[in-house]
């Protein structure tokens, strides 16, 4: 059974860093892209960042490019984002996704992901 579990999120201030960890189980995680997604409240899932299987590769969303870094650790089966100079409009939900076919490079459409994570809440206070 596939599982991804983020952590990491929480509440802090604006100008603050947070770092989410998304650890999987139950997949060959390094033949998996990976991706990190958002949905704030009343607004549609949309694409963050994502990087491909040996982290050779990373996409980012325009919003977040220089703020954000992805990176995994395939050792430990774990994808990362870091998260640096946050703002209100970056509260949300995120998630983790794995997409096979993404493996070589990194997707930013959210129905090619085949697994997802539960999410982890980010709140950005201003």
């Known amino acids: 059974q596939v599982q991804l579990v983020e952590s990491g999120g929480g509440l802090v201030q604006a100008g603050d860093s947070l770092r989410l960890a998304c650890a999987a189980s139950?997949?060959?995680?390094?033949?998996?892209?990976m991706g990190w997604f958002r949905q704030a409240p009343g607004k549609e899932r949309s694409f963050v960042a994502a990087?491909?299987?040996?982290?050779?590769?990373?996409v980012y969303a325009d919003s977040v490019k220089g703020r954000f870094t992805i990176s995994r650790d395939n050792a430990k089966n774990t994808v990362y984002l870091q998260m640096n100079s946050l703002n209100s409009e970056d509260t949300a939900v995120y998630y983790c996704?794995?997409?096979?076919?993404?493996?070589?490079?990194?997707?930013?459409?959210?129905?090619?992901?085949?697994?997802w994570g539960q999410g982890t809440q980010v709140a950005v206070s201003s």
């Open positions: 996704a794995a997409d096979y076919s993404s493996r070589y490079y990194p997707n930013r459409q959210t129905p090619h992901y085949e697994y």
């Open positions: 139950g997949l060959p995680f390094s033949t998996y892209g």
């Open positions: 990087i491909n299987w040996d982290g050779g590769t990373t």
